[in-house]
């Protein structure tokens, strides 16, 4: 059980980190997710000794860590570029946490074998880092900070200096590793993706301070903010009578509530059909490879982003369509009573 | 705390080896009579004498400095752009002259133009145009490696652009090459034009009594007329010189836009590359020509071939204190030792300056113990060597006799080339890794061995192998501190120089090819190591 007690760090005396509390049971990730600058990686640096606290605790097991030096926490960091040591192959660079704590030499070897395994690089122990791709780096150092099983395992957006397709697929195997080996994980991050494909539960974090915090569906469903809404990949936010309107077509929300939208929440429905919610006039459509964009005029609201199915004519400018509103697309922002009614 | 400790030696190094020296000269200067005055300095300095040779020194500093970039900057395109057979070679080659003791190189150029020399006939021997040539000879090394390491790492995309968009060659160097270049001509043309306002042994040998430069001037107030106050004065004078000269290379060098590394492509010669090519062996020339007629003229005696001169290197001669053989062992054992001083106190001092800082309170520190660090670049190898001798013969520190004394000399006219090698590499190792190996359970002293030795023991080895090239030909300061008893190569080659008769200056010849045949074999194992960096500036 790792804890962060009412955790602050100061930078030239300015609080970078504020009076941040998370608790992280055994075996799971929490995500701590917040756009750049706004002191998750200072918040993660602290975790692992390497920035002094102004005030509150670190707890491993109820045990105050601020007397152990890093080197002695049994954590591990994984960096944005791997941070491999490029004077050493890549076997060499997973088995070091194994020299360090003097395993024998036979022992070591079998392990970076298994740890190669675990993470799909059969055959690559005596590669030179730098001829590694970035997946591969990333790789790597995943195997060499849970080479050890590290009490807790730190990661520094892991995933974004990669490409989106190897993201993907890289959060995968990295989500399966995590947890076939139980590893206890803290994750920062910028990009909500990541932390929804990895984490377990999640904080948002801004100016230094968390935000909101609960399991990634459950911040998801109810940002608490407007900013948050955005943060999280949501791509309007409505408020006012634009608000009341489209929450009205799903039945739900109230006096001066907002509402956030993903980019998919309103569906083109065929001509004919009977469930148009909303009538809007087509202003753009791009087709997309599983799904035709569209931005439509809707008369009250303005322009908002909507989708259709794919189909062999894209609706043109100025044409009119029916509309319909889908529900887990959209979250009332700073409220969660939405999600209160509707389990 | 830890930076606390660390900074202390080189803090207290320097307190005792810089600051009472200058202090001691501060004094001598401007407190003759125990109270501050300006009057003995500046009537030294309104000198008729004074003013003919800060005039000498700054000219003819200038004209080496412009002939130096001229003929580097396109032998820096030839030999670092183009796909010339041997350009590595002439790289290494170029290099030589920079490592070469300076007496060595005024002995090379003493008998190439004078009275017996090859190139007699150009009447140069006595005229202060050797003393320019010998310069550039000297520095072109600096032009070369610090414009042609820019110019390989410059991308050439958008000269390719310029190119593209109808510029001709001249256009698109104007346009686009020169402005990245600038900064870099500008660095090292300050940096050449402070090594030529400070050379010494070259100086001295080629201009004698008659061209006399600040550096000269110095000596000759202190060792033979013993006008100890004035030679204060001028040693000042030179400080202030100095200082500012570094303070404009600095500033060039922040100008400097961080280069993107990019793989270094060399083209194919054309025609319009003539004239950078024929520089290119214009410069060739300079550095062989000199090295080529000093060996030919080291085996030849009374007109004939003969290795008589090598021979009495080893001979007892009553009237020299020592044999080029045994002040050879002096040199070798004095460079040892100020070798370990120079990288223990530049690996200190590298490290202080590097390390992450956690606080303002810190990065304030840090940056005033940079600057502290970076004093003794402001102090010439004379001035220097005068500082030791005034201020550590007497109470507090007496090392008048101390075999030590030469060495820390040396080991100070060193450290700015160890510190500048090493900085830049530990300043480019991301501080994630420190903290990746920290996590992975290694200690303090295992993170260290991990990251920065593995980092940096190559340009270590290669920091270590200069300062022990330096060490063996430094003069300026040796000059002033080496004890009769035991003289150093360089000091024993001048003192040939002086001596009567034909078989000394046959030995000074002698002594001089041995002295750069070892200071080039060091700098040969250095240029294997293949550390970029070294010996730019």
Known sequence: MFRLDRVSVAHDGVLAVEDVSLDLPAGQVLAVLGPSGCGKSTLLRAAAGLEPLVAGRVLVDGVDQAKVPTHKRGFALMFQEGQLFNQQSVGDNIGYPLRIRRRPRAAVAARVEELLAAVGLEGYADRRPETLSGGERQR?????????????????????????????????????????????????????????????????????????????SEVWAAPVDEEAALFLGYDRVLSGSAAEQVLAVVGAGGVGTAVALRRSALEVVPPGADDAALRGVVRDARAAPEVVRLTVEIAGIGQLAAVAPPRETLPGPGQEVGLRVVRDRLAVVGDGSLRARNP | MGLVALAAGPVAVLGVFFVLPVSAMLGLGLWPDGELTLAPALEVLGRERTLRVLGFTVWVSAAATLGTVLLGVPTAFALHRLRIPGARAIRTLLVVPFVLPTVVVGVAFDQLLGEAGPLRFLGLGESPFAIVLAMIFFNLAVVVRTVGGAWESLDPRASEAAAALGATPWQAFRVATFPALRGAIVSAASVVFLFCATAFGLVLVLGGLKHATIETEIYLLTTVLFDLPAAAALCLLQFVVVIGLLAVAQRARRGQVAAQRVAAVRRAVRWPDLPAVVAAAVGAALVVLPIGSLLVRSVRVDGGWSFDNFRRLGVEDPTLPATVVEALGNSLRTAVDATWMAVLLGVTVAVVVTRRSHSRTERRLRGLLDGFFMLP????????????????????????????????????????????????????????????????????????????????WQPLVAAAGFAFAVSLGEFGATAFLARDDAPTLPVLIFDLLGSPGAHHYGTAVAGAVLLAGVTASVMFLVERLRVPGVGGF
């Open chain 1, 140 to 216: 790597v150092a995943l195997a060499r900070a849970i080479a050890v099983s590290p009490r807790l395992l730190l990661l520094d957006e892991p995933l974004s200096a990669l490409d989106a397709s190897l993201r993907e697929r890289l959060a995968a195997d990295l989500r399966r590793v995590i947890t076939q080996t139980g590893t206890t994980a803290l994750l920062v991050t910028h990009d909500h993706e990541e932390a929804f494909a990895l984490a377990d539960a999640m904080a948002l974090m801004r100016g230094g301070r968390v935000v909101q915090s609960g399991r990634p």
């Open chain 2, 377 to 456: 670049l402001g102090v010439s190898a004379v001035t220097l060597g005068f500082g030791f001798m005034v201020a550590l013969d007497e109470p507090p520190v007496n090392l008048r006799d101390s075999p030590l004394l030469v060495p820390i000399a040396q080991a100070l006219v060193a450290l700015p080339l160890v510190v500048r090698t090493l900085v830049p590499v530990l300043a480019g190792i991301d501080d994630r890794q420190r903290q990746a190996a920290a996590s992975l359970g290694a200690g303090p002293l295992r993170t260290l061995a991990t990251i920065d030795l593995a980092v940096v």
